[in-house]
């Protein structure tokens, strides 16, 4: 699906919160026309936490829909955090309060929300989205309704532009770096190995041209050739039977094909190509979208019992942060298992939220945005080093500044919101399971 503009999306907020709601208070609307347009309504949201006095947060994440198996795991990292938060004394002496919305991977859905955050709730801040497309259309209603959005996977390039030019009033920030980096890690790889010849196949949105782009650019400056450039292959979001687009993404016997997808179109999209035969000698190349550990059972297996998927290899916004260790342990206590992707995201998104809130002071979205840069980044030699966050409150609490180390990295947010990360390389094993196998610095 293409980016949703900002008149439509201001437009969607109106009538989201007219339904949601009946006579509440809107986002202003610039004149925009909202006929014939529908909102879909926000999914059931859930609140927790404080008594609605302190600090109020939300998320604006996916349990349903096409990312749905990446957003389950990450949705958890911010109850968990706000609970830690809570635990040490909150946030200017109360406890935080955190309101979950499902965006269902679905910009219409995440207009709705982010508006039922802002107007209704009055959140002062937002972790989401994930989808590129959902946060594109919720910064058209948070950064109006001064709520600020920091989002833990949005990776399009396209708000790195928007953000120089002034669109996001600096109410955006992401904890996960921008796809010109991870391009030119995957850009990088394929060259390392070899490849030549690449076609590619993405979903049509702002995550898949976007990525498309960086890395055709990228690609060739490598002295590699991206053979369908002319005829780049964009799927509907929506589709469901991908034969034809199959067809064309393996035509001209390329050496790999680059696949930006989402799992749940994506493995139709996959197992497509390989009923049809084409995958044969061609080198599958993934990316984040789809690394979830349902994946290859989703793409399925020959008649044979093996995985289809296996040998494919990608790449992912990895985790290196001094708070990595402690997240770890505090997910193996309260949950079991290890963090997903994502997760170090999530809860760095979350972490930055109410650290900023205390260092201005104040429980609102302006407080946050004007504080942000400077609980991520430090200021000055006096800053002191966190990874923990209640530390952080303490000495924000005391007067102190501090430098967040967080758990995917060292968060340092840049003039436009972003960050730069290390990448995970991560290959499918002849057992359908994900294991990481190398990390690439794009430089």
């Known amino acids: 699906m293409p980016r949703i503009s900002t008149a439509l999306a201001l437009s969607l907020a109106t009538l989201a919160t007219g339904f949601l709601l009946g006579a509440c208070e809107t986002v202003p609307t610039n004149n925009t026309s909202t006929t014939g347009t ?17 600090l109020k947060i939300g998320t604006l994440l996916p349990t349903t829909g096409d990312l749905a198996s990446i957003g389950q795991q990450m949705v958890g990292a911010v109850p968990l955090l706000v609970n830690s938060v809570n635990a040490c004394g ?58 600020m959005l920091v989002s833990p996977g949005s990776t399009s390039p396209v708000f790195t532009e928007k953000a120089k030019k002034g669109d996001f009033q600096n109410f ?5 770096p921008p796809d010109t980096y991870q391009a030119l890690a995957l850009a990088q790889l394929a ?47 929506k589709a469901q039977t991908f034969d034809t687009e199959a067809a064309a993404a393996f035509a001209g016997k390329p050496d790999a094909v680059l696949a930006v997808l989402y799992a749940e179109t994506g493995s139709l ?107 991520a980044n430090g200021v000055g030699v006096d800053s002191t080093q966190v990874t923990d966050v209640c530390e952080g409150l303490k000495l924000l609490k005391e007067g102190k500044t501090i430098n967040y180390q967080g758990a995917s990295g060292n968060v340092d947010i840049d003039a436009n919101g972003d960050v730069v990360g290390v990448y995970d390389v991560w290959t499918v094993g002849e057992d359908g399971k994900l294991k990481v196998i190398d990390k690439v610095n794009p430089k």
């Open 269 to 375: 999209f996959l197992k497509a190509a390989y009923q049809q035969g084409l995958t044969q000698g061609v080198q599958i190349l993934l990316t984040d979208g789809v690394k979830a550990d349902t994946f290859p059972e989703q793409v399925g297996k020959s008649a044979d019992g093996k995985f289809l998927l296996a040998g494919a290899i990608g790449t992912v916004p990895g985790s290196d942060g001094k708070a990595l260790e402690d997240l770890k342990k505090l997910w193996q206590e309260k949950k079991g298992g290890v963090p997903g992707e994502y997760v170090p995201q999530t809860w760095d998104a979350a972490a930055l939220l109410v650290l900023a809130a205390q260092a201005a002071k104040e429980n609102t979205g302006v407080g946050i945005a004007s504080k942000i840069r400077e609980v």
């Open 172 to 176: 955006w920030a992401r904890t996960a």
């Open 38 to 54: 529908t909102a879909t309504p926000a999914a059931n949201s859930t609140t927790t936490g404080g008594s609605g006095q302190g």
């Open 90 to 147: 909150g946030v200017n002496g109360e406890p935080v309060t955190l309101v979950e919305v499902d965006d269902q991977t679905d910009p219409k859905a995440g207009a709705a929300g982010i508006t039922k955050l802002a107007t209704v709730d009055k959140v002062a801040g937002v972790v989401g989205s994930f989808a590129s497309s959902v946060s594109s259309a919720a910064i058209s209603i948070a950064a109006p309704n001064k709520v």
């Open 191 to 237: 060259n390392k190995k070899g490849f030549k010849r690449v076609s590619t196949v993405v979903i049509n949105n702002d995550y898949g041209v976007g990525f498309e782009k960086a890395f055709v650019e990228t690609f060739e400056k490598l002295g590699g050739t991206v053979v369908n450039k002319g005829k780049p292959v964009r799927y509907d979001p």
